[in-house]
């Protein structure tokens, strides 16, 4: 497998601020955030698969338009799957013909521009020779992490979490794991607006990555945006046995 990172900041503002992205080979996205819009149009047509993460806007953004500008030129639907809580947020509060057409629905209902596909927590999907599974996390709203398999190693997505027992069980039960992209978004001063808003801080890594029993490459992603420099001079410092990376827009990781 290779995973290209379109985005992997936690907002926007300037060329490396794209949010959360990640294209599989060239068919597979992995969150869909504003990084997706920086792929040409017949990158877009290649797109069946969409991995959400959780509905949170810097992970879905580009989902609607991405649909509205394939759907008539594609000779596929675009599936996208998630835990159902999340595409029941989909559902109800994007694609409600409201804040965007039923694309479900269109052109019809059996042969539709996209399709919601509800996985569970724990649930593995196959496409050809990858397996994508569904791990637990503990944000502000229902989601899931994922678990990518060429069948050879393994890469895991975090998504959004804060510290987190069951997510930290989950990593452990993957012996042929080789790359962890896992969130930071705050700075260690602001680690009660951290577990607020469930997410991590550099010292909440580190007990994350003290926990780990196996020794993966490890990225640090959705940075907030004019935090990015302070948040990896923490994390530099944390005493772990893993030193984690800054993860980068234009990346790529093969395995």
């Given at each position: 497998m290779k995973l290209t990172v379109l985005g992997c900041s936690g907002g926007i503002g300037g060329e490396d601020s794209r949010t959360s992205s990640f294209l599989v080979d060239d068919d597979v996205l992995i969150d869909c955030g504003t990084g997706v819009g920086d792929l040409e149009f017949d990158s877009l047509r290649r797109i069946?698969?969409?991995?959400?993460?959780?509905?949170?806007?810097?992970?879905?953004?580009?989902?609607?338009?991405?649909?509205?500008?394939?759907?008539?030129v594609c000779n596929h639907t675009v599936t996208i799957y998630a835990t159902?809580?999340?595409?029941?947020?989909?559902?109800?509060?994007?694609?409600?013909?409201?804040?965007?057409?039923d694309f479900t629905?269109?052109?019809?209902?059996?042969?539709?521009?996209?399709?919601l596909q509800p996985v569970q927590v724990g649930e593995s999907l196959r496409l050809g020779e990858n397996t994508f599974t569904a791990l637990p996390v503990l944000h502000t709203v229902p989601g899931a992490a994922w678990l990518l398999d060429s069948g050879e190693s393994q890469?895991?997505?975090?998504?959004?979490?804060?510290?987190?027992?069951?997510f930290i069980?989950?990593?452990?039960?993957?012996?042929r794991l080789r790359h962890l992209i896992i969130e930071t978004a705050f700075p260690e001063e602001m680690r009660a607006m951290a577990?607020?808003?469930?997410?991590?801080?550099?010292?909440?890594?580190?007990?994350?990555?003290?926990?780990?029993?196996?020794?993966?490459?490890?990225?640090?992603?959705?940075?907030k945006p004019g935090m990015g420099d302070r948040i990896m001079k923490q994390v530099d410092a944390i005493n772990a046995p893993l030193k984690p990376t800054r993860l980068l827009r234009g990346q790529i990781i093969e395995f």
């Open positions: 069946c698969h969409v991995f959400v993460s959780h509905s949170h806007l810097d992970h879905i953004a580009a989902i609607p338009l991405l649909v509205d500008s394939i759907g008539e159902p809580e999340t595409l029941h947020i989909l559902k109800a509060h994007v694609f409600n013909w409201l804040v965007w057409p629905a269109i052109p019809d209902r059996r042969f539709p521009y996209l399709r890469l895991i997505y975090s998504g959004d979490t804060t510290y987190s027992p069951g069980a989950a990593i452990n039960q993957c012996p577990m607020a808003a469930r997410h991590l801080c550099p010292s909440m890594l580190e007990a994350v990555l003290n926990e780990m029993a196996h020794s993966p490459e490890v990225y640090v992603s959705h940075l």
